[in-house]
């Protein structure tokens, strides 16, 4: 696995995850928040396997 998410990708992942999972366990929506998971994961790992068949990263370039 080659790092592919960067910093601020890194970051935003990891918030948005985290506040999905948050609302759903104070009930503020549905089990679909359950999803947070992935860009959780995602984000704590720095690899987004959706970004391969696109060729995509956010990591800056290695020098």
């Not at 696995?1 to 009930?27: F, K, P, Q, Y």
């Not at 720095?46 to 800056?60: D, I, K």
Request: glycine share 14%.
């Amino acid at each position: 696995m080659e790092i592919n998410v960067g910093s601020t990708d890194r970051i935003i992942r990891i918030v948005a995850g985290l506040s999905l999972i948050g609302a759903t366990l104070a009930g503020f929506i549905g089990v679909w928040g359950w999803i947070g998971i992935v860009p959780l994961l995602t984000g704590t790992f720095r690899f987004c396997p959706a970004y391969l068949p696109f060729g995509l990263s956010t990591c800056s370039m290695k020098k």
